[in-house]
């Protein structure tokens, strides 16, 4: 059975600092997905990684993913305020050709001023 | 603009009643997906769909129901079987087998049973 466990579950930091999400998960994968949550809301697509030593960017976040440590991470660069909010990684065990995502837990961003 | 569609937002229910919540979609996509959300946690899937026609359980299954008799239409029904249905609600769509783009998100419903 898949599991996927991120850290850190919350996260306060100052704006301006740099910090990283980690993804940990545990059967074999190559496609893994990152998305944000706002408080309330809906799930927002963010980065999708689909193969070994893929990295994807998006102004302040970076995201990457390695295959063989069943790895991914989220790096965040210069925090601002905007960015607060939950974010989840997700992973497709390529079962019969669903996309069966398995989420992890959340990380809660909070981003101080 | 395409999108997916979950209604009502918030929904109220006393112990013993089932319920349907609705979930549309203009995507023309394939795959329709249920999850559930509780408080501090990532999501479960509890059914999807791949075709018209054909569904699947998920990994949290169990009081629930659901249908796709249109491609559109996924509605999930919360039965008086399900011990904690309390919960946040969210419908997904993608475009089916085999594709790798992201599942895209309804606003979800959010259920409360008392």
């Known amino acids: 059975e898949l599991k996927v466990e991120q850290n850190p579950l919350f996260l306060s930091m100052q704006e301006g600092k740099n910090y990283t999400i980690y993804c940990n998960y545990s059967?074999?994968?190559?496609?893994l997905y990152w998305y944000r949550q706002d408080p309330g809301k809906s799930l927002e697509s963010l980065f999708v990684?689909?193969?070994?030593?893929a990295v994807k960017q998006e102004g302040r976040l970076m995201a990457s993913l390695d295959t063989k440590a069943r790895l991914s991470t989220l790096h965040i660069t210069a925090a601002v305020h905007d960015l607060s909010a939950t974010y989840f990684c997700a992973v497709d065990p390529g079962v019969q050709g669903a996309q069966k995502l398995v989420f992890g837990q959340g990380t809660r961003l909070t981003i101080n001023p | 603009d395409g999108g997916i569609t979950q209604s009502p937002k918030y929904l109220f229910r006393k112990e013993g009643q089932n319920v349907t919540l609705s979930c549309e979609q203009n995507l023309n996509h394939d795959a329709m997906y249920w999850y559930r959300q509780d408080p501090g946690q990532g999501l479960r899937l509890i059914y999807y769909?791949?075709?018209?026609?054909?569904?699947q359980k998920g990994d949290i299954a169990e009081g629930y129901s659901v249908s796709r008799e249109k491609k559109e239409s996924f509605p999930l029904t919360v039965t008086s079987a399900q011990k904690n249905p309390t919960a946040f609600y969210l419908c997904a769509s993608s475009i089916g087998r085999g594709n790798n783009s992201p599942l895209h998100f309804g606003n979800g419903t959010r259920l409360t049973v008392t």
């Open positions: 990684l689909l193969s070994n030593g």
């Open positions: 769909s791949q075709i018209v026609n054909d569904f």
């Open positions: 059967t074999t994968s190559d496609r």
